[in-house]
């Protein structure tokens, strides 16, 4: 079986085992009531602490929401430079800013959601137009989206990785400070806000040091700029352990709630999925994604990719294989058949796989007799800044987490959503790195998690805390499958 666990254990119902906060509008969000009805496995059901904390959450976020006397007051002290040192502020923000792709997006999106669980903060988000209508509000009765046009931070979609308000700057120019829990000096500066630079580049790396996080726990304001799936080196932070152990006693099931629970297509996108999957997918008795990534700086012939998805696929027995005698009374009589969903930006997969089930029949047991291939789109190239563009990309992300198994390309961020939502150990293609065709086409995935491709790493942390996740290997992650530098949770 390629789901993790019990298949049925999360509770297939429409809200995913209590996952999901009932009494929202059904119809301004049609895909938060349906998407059960298509997802293949429930490997997890959510812990009861899982639960309550996201029920608290969300009466935290109704109080602390844009249109508040409390958001109004905190936006008042953000504007005039003032902060609340040694005051504790009731509500405590995480603003998310957008950065890279959208799988990126998604990742980041969620490590940000979890940071304010663990922190009691609210998460909100300033959407650019190119994400204007991707996802709904996930919390009731409440906007989840920062107020653009009066908020006081400026130029806030242009910061880029090293900003004058990232906290390591401002560590440097001593406007904030961590305390020595030793001494009982209160007075420590406080910055009205602080900006996390947590992308590939990790500017701000000292952030998942235990001391680094008392300090930030008295800003009001933090803004996030990143494009990695985090969580994994939350773990070893003093309080954020015991904490997360309590919320997925399964760790792999950490990024498929967050997601199944926090983001949902909006209608648009909605509807580019569920006439795609009843036209195409729907009728087969079993689904089968294949996402293809072609990196730049791993590129190789259209040729190799396409075997090594064919090695890969014999190797992990994922799409039926042919019968190459030729002999077409296979199928005869039968009543299965697999649908092949290919997500990638160019066409040439689809079209061999295709024809290579047209040429050929099905072997006999293997998966089913008839074999449909289908590609809903290929854009050729990746178009961030296009709204359309990114509506499609979405639905493909829920298409292919859709399917019963998945085969994807390593490194793709774009494929590790996927697999997550699906709740799926996917096949990963390994990287053609130096546009060398990598000896082993793939491995088997040990969890449903994403990998962290840039994990702190020589983080120095006072009380000998550690912020390596390499050190901590053992424990709660793993090297990644396709990368070698990359830890995942398992
Ligand atoms: P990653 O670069 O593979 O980690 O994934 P991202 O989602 O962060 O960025 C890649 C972007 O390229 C996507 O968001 C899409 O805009 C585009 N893209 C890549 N692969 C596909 C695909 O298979 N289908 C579609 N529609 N877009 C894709």
Redesign the pocket.
């Known amino acids: 079986d390629d789901a993790a666990g019990n298949a049925t254990s999360g509770g297939a119902d429409e809200l995913l085992g209590g996952l999901l906060a009932s009494g929202m509008d059904r119809r301004s969000c049609r895909s938060r009531y349906e998407t059960w009805r298509y997802y293949k496995h429930f490997p997890y059901a959510p812990s009861p602490h899982l639960l309550r904390k996201l029920r608290a959450y969300e009466a935290r976020h109704r109080r602390c929401a844009p249109g508040t006397p409390l958001y109004a007051r905190s936006v008042e002290r953000l504007r005039s430079g003032r902060s609340a040192a040694g005051e504790a502020e009731e509500c405590r923000y995480v603003v998310w800013l957008p950065f ?6 998604m990742l980041s999106m969620v490590s940000g959601f979890l940071y304010a669980l663990l922190t009691s903060r609210v998460l909100l988000v300033a959407l650019p137009p190119d994400s204007a209508d991707l996802f709904c509000e996930p919390f009731p009765g409440t906007t989840w989206l920062l107020p653009l046009e009066d908020f006081p931070v400026a130029n806030l979609f242009g910061l880029g990785h090293n900003p004058e308000q990232s906290y390591t700057r401002l560590l440097h120019r001593k406007k904030i400070v961590v305390e020595d829990p030793a001494s009982n000096a209160t007075a420590a500066p406080v910055p009205a806000y602080v900006y996390l630079s947590l992308g590939y580049q990790l500017t701000d790396r000292i952030f998942f040091c235990g001391e680094h996080q008392l300090a930030l726990g008295r800003v009001n304001w933090l803004l996030l700029y990143s ?1 990695l799936y985090f969580v994994p080196s939350l773990y070893p932070i003093a309080g954020f352990g015991d904490e997360l152990r309590r919320l997925f006693p399964a760790r792999e099931s950490a990024s498929h709630l967050l997601l199944r629970y926090l983001l949902h297509p909006t209608n648009p996108v909605w509807g580019l999925v569920t006439r795609y999957y009843h036209a195409y997918l729907a009728p087969a008795t079993r689904r089968i994604g294949v ?3 072609m990196f730049g700086f791993a590129s190789v012939p259209v040729d190799d990719m396409y075997n090594q998805i064919l090695a890969c696929s014999r190797q992990e027995r994922i799409l039926p294989e042919i019968d190459a005698d030729g002999d077409a009374a296979a199928g005869t009589g039968s009543k299965t058949s697999t649908a092949i969903l290919i ?3 160019y066409p040439d997969y689809y079209e061999r796989l295709r024809a290579r089930y047209y040429e050929h029949a099905a072997a006999k047991g293997g998966g089913g007799a008839w074999v449909g291939v289908f590609q809903p ?1 290929h ?1 050729e190239r ?3 800044e296009s709204l359309a ?2 509506q ?2 979405l639905a ?1 992300v829920y298409l292919l987490s859709f399917s019963e198994a998945l085969l994807t ?1 390593g ?5 590790y959503v996927s697999s997550s939502l699906a709740g799926v150990r996917p096949a990963i293609l390994l990287t053609a790195f130096r546009h060398k065709v990598p000896a082993t086409p793939c491995r088997r995935a040990v969890s449903m998690e994403p990998c962290n491709l840039t994990p702190p790493r020589g983080v120095e942390c006072r009380r000998g805390e550690a912020a390596d996740d390499g050190g901590d290997v053992a424990r709660h992650v793993r090297v990644c499958e396709d990368f070698h530098d990359g830890v995942k949770l398992f």
């Open positions: 890279d792709g959208l799988g990126n997006r494009d996402q293809v990534r997500a990638s930006l789109t854009e990746q178009a961030t563009h990114n499609r990309a493909e390309s490194l793709s961020t774009f494929g």
